[in-house]
């Protein structure tokens, strides 16, 4: 490192200290005397300009001799960061509070929302926000990492809300850690000069519980009669849930304590390794007689407790009881509140303060060297329950085929016979060995059907030995065990002129695995026929329940394709403000196209053009435009040539999804080119996309496009038309469109029509051809000749078309919108299944072009948006 490089060269006590307490570009070292300050900063500093680096932040206890510095002597940059502006500074992540030489240590500050919504990753965040890398507040850290575990082993997703008893278990310790955010403690560990010191000793404890195990370690100084002890490290940790197979790993407290003093062990040669001091002694002590009669026991122990009582005997180990074991609380846990001025904690028990000859007697302890019992225990009872699980020779839930299964089974059986030919004693009394050594091949590339046989009465066996069957099973079926020793039912055709396997069948047991992988063979080989067709086939050879076939066959992940059913569609929701309330025409805009229509040139040439259908959302009128491809240009060229005539928008929505078949893929990305954000952006329009595959999202201008169709199917038939007719069709057709009735007109009523049209052009007469001026009329009261005399006219007559447009907007509210108010049937009526979706189900994805289900792709649901209205 190119520091150490640099330190090399100088010889000075400064320069010593620099070497020993350096951490990447941060030095910490200390002073005998405070006199040593001055001299120290201004050779640190020495040093390092030599080597072309400055300081930049000073930090001291000592302020009265950083301030006699001068300022010219200090680098520009600390003179600003010195002790004159505050009191309290970060040393390598934890706060220095230098005016009383204490640190300070952060608990979790949760972040409190209005929703107080907490979710996994939340509560994760939160907990690792403390920084204690010596465990000084660890009991106070236990409750929390207790959740923690918890929520792994609830294995909830990471963003959603916690159940109702966790979320009241965490909002229990966020109140713990709110009321006793920061623990104050003392920097200073030894009272005294170090040269005056005589003896220095370190001090562990360890203990566990059924739930975490931990220690702390305390570093005791003495000067002449004067002692002093003072944590400086420690750690808490919860107990593992280890797995064993599928099973979890049993942890007793013996042994849970006896993981304890090992970490315990190992952290007192961390801990004098990293001090720069000598120290005299070092012991441990643990609240666990039974760690002790371990250790001192002559004989030796299992690998496991015998593995980890090796490091241990390198210290004396004492007893203490539990209630003045300070390492009780890492194992326990406790509120802030409680550590915040626990002398137990940060001091250590009572005697520690005291010279060794008045510490408590005991003869409960060992000594390095001694394995000889000098105690008689006193007789405890332990009783441990356990269940015998019989175990598989291979692991079928691995095989999904069970002709890789018994392949793999042969080359074990293959590696068996070899083991076998190797040892001297060639007299094999074993009944299945001698059928190994007849049957089995050396050959790796041949399989033969002996060995094959082999491996399937071996299988047959396995599962109805780890599977029984019961006595109500042997009388009713008649059970009994031919010369390969396999169960197998006594039927009422034995005189039948049929095959040996077929009237006496081979009895499988219906929780076995093996059971399955037989059926789903016989399944996949009779091409996914139903229950009948799949039981014949099995009777032939083994006899099992129809009820297990249905169960198996209903897990086929291919037959689930056919005749699964979709999700349960959501019942419609609220309309959007957009579609509600009153704004001017296309204000709020939704486009889509359709196409491609085939026209013809001047030229004759045929060429694709495309409609593109704006439609409002409140007054559901529509404006047609002709697109010349599918290219972001064009499509700018019709939303230009909109905004031209209806004015500009304040929202477009458009449609994502693959709605048309011609250029699917195409129209995916049209909207979302880099063109088209650019210029809603300069015209500050906002822009929504639907989500893809979900037409009922843009459904109002769906619908607009199927009434344009509809027109155009009719009006055009097989015709092939002109670029001009083109377009002189599409405006009648959005002429007749837009004077569709929105409201419902009864034979037997005369009620104004209210159409689109009437909120764009007032005065339109509803067709499409020019209408005829009527005659002046000067006895009609409501008559108005073409010519404004005077201003007063002219006001009235706009004043006039207002109250027209607001009759309009009267029928609106009154009847159109009234009428999206009904819900006759809320909840659209399909086959479907109970169970709503969740992330991480996996689902078939329909595809419209084929309706074979054979072929749809399966997807996975990765997240559920939540969606309140639909556009």
């Not at 004396?316 to 904690?345: C, F, H, Q």
Request: with cysteine; charged share 30%; hydrophobic share 40%.
């Amino acid at each position: 490192m190119t520091v150490d490089y640099h330190l090399a060269k100088y010889d000075s006590s400064t320069a010593n200290k620099l070497k020993k307490a350096g951490y990447v570009d941060n030095f910490l070292i200390g002073a005998e005397e405070k006199s040593e300050v001055e001299k120290d900063i201004l050779e640190a500093r020495k040093i390092f300009l030599e080597a072309g680096w400055n300081f930049r932040e000073i930090f001291t206890n000592a302020i009265k001799q950083l301030n006699a510095i001068p300022v010219e002597k200090l680098p520009i940059e600390a003179r600003t960061t010195n002790l004159h502006s505050s009191a309290k500074q970060k040393i390598l992540g934890i706060i220095w509070d230098t005016f009383y030489d204490a640190l300070s240590l952060k608990l979790p500050i949760p972040k409190i929302t209005e929703e107080k919504q907490w979710t996994k990753r939340k509560v994760l965040a939160t907990i690792a926000e403390c920084f204690d890398p010596c465990g000084l507040i660890s009991p106070a850290l236990l409750k929390g990492k207790w959740l923690l575990q918890k929520l792994w082993g609830a294995k909830l997703p990471w963003d959603n809300d916690l159940p109702q008893d966790l979320k009241i278990e965490w909002e229990e310790i966020a109140t713990e850690y709110l009321n006793c955010s920061i623990i104050k403690i003392p920097r200073r560990v030894i009272p005294w000069k170090l040269t005056k010191v005589t003896n220095f000793q370190l001090c562990a404890f360890s203990d566990a519980s059924d739930k975490a195990l931990g220690f702390t370690i305390y570093l005791r100084s003495q000067k002449d009669a004067e002692i002093e002890s003072t944590l400086i490290f420690a750690k808490s940790r919860v107990k593992p849930k280890a797995q064993i197979g599928k099973c979890e790993a049993k942890l007793t407290i013996p042994r849970m304590e006896l993981h304890a003093a090992l970490i315990a062990t190992k952290a007192l040669e961390y801990v004098e390794n990293m001090l720069d001091i000598k120290i005299n002694k070092k012991m441990l002590w643990t609240d666990s007689q039974t760690v002790i009669h371990w250790l001192k026991s002559p004989s030796e122990q299992e690998p496991f407790i015998e593995r980890r009582l090796r490091p241990i005997r390198k210290n004396i180990v004492k007893y203490i009881r539990t209630e003045d074991n300070p390492a009780d609380m890492t194992s326990r846990g406790i509120t802030p509140g409680e550590l915040a001025n626990n002398v137990l904690w940060f001091k250590g028990p009572e005697f520690l303060h005291e010279a060794e000859a008045n510490w408590p007697k005991t003869e409960i302890e060992y000594v390095p060297g001694e394995r000889i019992e000098k105690f008689n225990p006193q007789p405890f009872h332990e009783m441990c329950l356990s269940s015998i699980e019989k175990a598989q020779l291979i692991e079928l839930n691995r095989f999904s085929k069970i002709n890789k299964l018994k392949t793999t089974l042969i080359f074990v059986f293959r590696a068996l016979k070899q083991i076998c030919l190797k040892k001297e004693d060639t007299n094999i009394k074993n009944e299945f060995l001698l059928k190994l050594k007849e049957t089995m091949t050396n050959s790796p590339a041949i399989i033969k059907p002996e060995e094959r046989k082999l491996a399937e009465i071996f299988l047959l066996k396995e599962a109805q030995n780890l599977h029984p069957p019961s006595e109500d099973t042997k009388q009713n079926l008649t059970l009994f065990k031919d010369s390969e020793k396999l169960w197998r039912s006594k039927g009422r055709i034995e005189l039948g002129n049929l095959d040996e396997e077929t009237k006496f069948p081979i009895w499988l047991p219906k929780n076995a695995s093996l059971t399955e992988l037989i059926i789903m063979e016989v399944h996949e080989k009779m091409a996914h026929a139903g229950t009948n067709t799949i039981l014949a086939c099995l009777r032939l050879k083994y006899w099992i329940s129809r009820k297990k076939v249905q169960d198996v066959t209903k897990k086929c992940q291919i037959c689930k394709k056919f005749w699964i059913k979709p999700y349960k569609q959501p019942a419609f929701p609220t309309l959007p403000a957009v579609r509600v309330n009153q704004f001017r025409p296309f204000m709020h805009t939704a486009v889509d196209y359709f196409g491609p229509l085939i026209v013809k040139q001047t030229s004759g040439e045929k060429i694709k053009r495309w409609i593109a259908v704006y439609t409002c959302t409140s007054t559901r009128a529509i404006h047609l435009e002709i697109a010349e491809d599918l290219s972001a240009h064009a499509f700018l060229q019709t939303f230009r040539r909109f905004m031209a005539q209806r004015k500009k928008p304040v929202l477009m929505i458009s449609d994502n999804g693959t709605n048309f078949i011609a250029a699917e893929k195409t129209l995916q990305l049209i909207w979302k080119e880099i063109k088209i954000q650019k210029f809603s952006s300069d015209h500050e329009i906002k822009w929504i996309f639907v989500t893809e595959r979900a037409p009922w999202k843009n459904g109002l201008v769906e619908r607009m496009v199927g009434l344009v169709k509809y027109s155009l199917k009719r009006t055009v038939g097989k015709k092939l038309l002109e670029e001009e007719e083109l377009r002189t069709l599409i405006s009648e057709v959005q002429n007749v469109v837009n004077s569709r009735p929105l409201n419902f007109i009864p034979d037997s009523e005369h009620i104004i029509p209210l159409r689109p049209v009437d909120f764009l052009i007032p005065y339109e007469e509803g067709n499409s051809e020019f209408p005829h001026l009527p005659k002046a009329d000067w006895e009609d009261p409501d008559y108005r000749p073409q010519k404004m005399t005077n201003k007063e006219e002219l006001v009235e007559e706009i004043r006039k078309a207002s109250d027209r447009i607001n009759k309009f907007w009267e029928i609106w509210t009154a009847e159109y919108l009234l009428a999206l108010r009904e819900r006759k049937n809320n909840i659209k009526k399909c086959p479907s299944v109970e169970n709503p979706p969740k992330a991480g189900d996996i689902v078939i994805i329909r595809d419209d072009e084929t309706k074979n289900r054979g072929v749809w792709k399966l997807g996975k649901i990765e997240k559920l948006l939540q969606v309140n209205v639909p556009l």
